[in-house]
């Protein structure tokens, strides 16, 4: 879509130039910028130009820049160990996006819009990613994505603040993993995504995203019991209402989810 109300697209070479005047917003992939009308737009701002390293792996440590495509992700190589890496397919085909989306889409942008149903919002989540923020004072600060997120279309970015990156530790990519997903039709947006994470030393997480309207996480230091798990998921108080799905059936189709995942996990059934 044509954005007749933009009058110019700064392309910054230093951090120093990524500022916004009243009316500009950071450009990414600009996949959802430009599907519809965006009222008192006058300027972009394109993070692109910056040369962003997509993919950083170190030991410790996977740092995946905000610019980086989800298609550039899709194609990182499982390293030794890494039995959550075919949680990132699954998470990238939730999106039910083709492959000319994947190759202009960011990871940044997705969990930016902070979508209930965005699948890098469940990924990131999942593997309790951390946000990297770019404060506009010139700084830098760190936060959970999962807190990054607070609500549909709301996250913790304060005015003239960037996502700039989002890092994994290589920990989370030794977990077991679990992934069940849920749509009202065979190529609808996601109803519910659960997903659950077993670490080395027993801690499991589950995490619900789509059903609800910000990122969920359940935690526990061990495998729960049936009767743990079910108990948690009633106190979930706020689940998502839109044309994709009722609460109720939001509701009831992650806590069956929920339950299959912890037996997958290694829970007893």
Known sequence: MDLITVQQIRVPATRDEVTFAPGERP??????????????????????????????????LLTVAATCTI??????????????????????????????????????GNVALALPAGAMTSLMSTLDATAVIWTADG????????????????????????????????????????FRRIALSPLGRSGTLVTGRRGADGETVITITAGTPRPVQLRFDEVPSERALADAMSRIEEWYDDPHGSPDWRRAVSTLFAEEIRQELGGAA
């Open 27 to 60: 450009l990414g992939g600009g996949t959802w910028l430009f599907s519809e009308p965006q009222e008192g737009l006058t300027g972009l701002v394109d993070l692109t130009a910056l040369g962003w390293e997509p993919l950083t792996v170190t030991d410790d």
């Open 71 to 108: 298609a550039e992700l899709t194609r990182l190589p499982a390293h030794d160990g890494w039995a959550a890496h075919p949680l990132i397919a699954l998470c990238a085909d939730s999106l039910l996006a083709s492959w000319k989306i994947w190759n202009v889409a960011t990871v940044g």
């Open 139 to 178: 700084g830098e600060r760190r936060m959970p994505v999962t807190e990054f997120v607070t609500d549909v279309r709301v996250t913790r970015l304060a005015p003239g603040e960037v996502l700039r990156a989002l890092e994994v530790r290589t920990a989370a990519l030794r977990s077991r993993t679990a």
